[in-house]
């Protein structure tokens, strides 16, 4: 990697930390429960099982496909399930180290490398898809997105699945009385631990990234999720009621909690 930004190098120092923590990973084989459940199994209320699901109706048998922010390498391996040919990246190399591991144990012939999303070590017009599970929140978008354009083929897809808040209800959630008082009195509740899984500098979408991601790649199709679920309760089924209120109309550009989206490289 070139010279990194401070953000850039905040997001190395601290998943260098989590790596450690999560070393054990290394020789834990990988979740492909969602991609190979039965068709009666598809949990359509939950956005990483609809994620998945898009990419599968590709027809990825073949294709390259580039998964940035690759983690421990979950997202990586369940889309080699599809017969993709992949190339993943992350900008930390502790993490690269566990999903290789991984990737070697299930024999699975994937490429990794270790990189930041702005900066792709890849050239012009060589995938025909950009996988990209929960990570635009963490880079600078504009940058990230238009190297995206550029190691897409003409035609090619980008999945993407998003942290979203609209801005209005931001604004509400960084009142004083929300920040100082509501909470901390929810963050155990919510995500079982003192310290959840949030980096220094990552922020949620809203819909002014929306705009500028489909200005840059346009976006064919945007689906809502989470209104209760992981604001209120860890329920899982809630979700179900979350994704029936969210399909009304509005109501998921001002109330989601999430977002996964397509968008479509211009054929020229």
């Given at each position: 990697?070139?010279?990194?930004?401070?953000?850039?190098?905040?997001?190395?120092?601290?998943?260098?930390?989590?790596?450690v923590?999560?070393?054990?990973?290394?020789k834990?084989p990988?979740?492909?429960?969602?991609?190979?459940?039965?068709?009666?199994?598809?949990?359509?209320?939950?956005?990483?099982?609809?994620?998945?699901?898009?990419?599968?109706?590709?027809?990825?048998?073949?294709?390259?496909v580039?998964?940035?922010?690759?983690?421990?390498?979950d997202?990586?391996?369940?889309?080699?399930?599809?017969?993709?040919a992949?190339?993943?990246?992350d900008?930390?190399?502790?993490?690269?180290?566990?999903?290789?591991?991984?990737a070697?144990?299930?024999?699975?012939?994937?490429?990794?490398?270790?990189?930041?999303?702005?900066?792709?070590?890849?050239?012009?017009?060589?995938?025909?898809?950009?996988?990209?599970?929960?990570?635009?929140?963490?880079l600078?978008?504009?940058?990230?997105?238009?190297?995206?354009?550029?190691?897409?083929?003409?035609?090619?897809?980008?999945?993407?699945?998003?942290?979203y808040t609209?801005?209005?209800?931001?604004?509400?959630?960084?009142?004083?009385?929300?920040?100082?008082?509501?909470?901390?009195?929810?963050?155990?509740?919510?995500?079982?631990?003192?310290?959840?899984?949030?980096?220094a500098?990552?922020?949620?979408?809203?819909?002014?990234?929306?705009?500028?991601?489909?200005?840059?790649?346009?976006?064919t199709?945007?689906?809502?999720?989470?209104?209760?679920?992981?604001?209120?309760?860890?329920?899982?089924?809630?979700?179900?009621?979350?994704?029936?209120?969210?399909?009304?109309?509005?109501?998921?550009?001002?109330?989601?909690?999430?977002?996964?989206?397509?968008?479509?490289?211009?054929?020229?």
């Amino acid at each position: 990697m070139g010279a990194l930004s401070e953000r850039q190098q905040r997001e190395v120092d601290y998943h260098r930390d989590r790596a450690v923590e999560y070393a054990h990973l290394a020789k834990k084989p990988p979740y492909l429960y969602p991609v190979t459940a039965p068709r009666w199994c598809f949990k359509w209320w939950n956005a990483y099982w609809v994620m998945l699901r898009k990419a599968d109706r590709l027809d990825l048998l073949g294709k390259a496909v580039l998964v940035i922010g690759c983690g421990f390498g979950d997202d990586t391996l369940q889309l080699a399930y599809f017969g993709a040919a992949i190339s993943a990246i992350d900008i930390s190399a502790e993490t690269v180290e566990i999903a290789r591991a991984r990737a070697k144990a299930s024999a699975v012939p994937a490429d990794f490398a270790i990189a930041p999303a702005e900066q792709l070590p890849y050239a012009d017009q060589t995938f025909d898809l950009v996988y990209l599970p929960d990570v635009v929140h963490h880079l600078d978008i504009g940058a990230a997105l238009r190297e995206v354009r550029r190691v897409l083929k003409p035609g090619g897809a980008v999945l993407d699945n998003e942290p979203y808040t609209h801005s209005w209800l931001q604004a509400v959630r960084q009142s004083r009385l929300v920040r100082e008082l509501v909470y901390p009195r929810m963050l155990r509740r919510i995500y079982q631990t003192d310290k959840p899984y949030i980096t220094a500098d990552e922020r949620k979408l809203d819909q002014r990234d929306l705009q500028q991601i489909d200005e840059i790649l346009p976006i064919t199709d945007r689906q809502y999720f989470l209104l209760v679920l992981g604001r209120l309760t860890r329920w899982e089924y809630q979700g179900i009621f979350d994704r029936l209120i969210l399909k009304l109309p509005f109501t998921g550009h001002f109330l989601a909690g999430r977002v996964v989206f397509s968008s479509r490289c211009p054929s020229r």
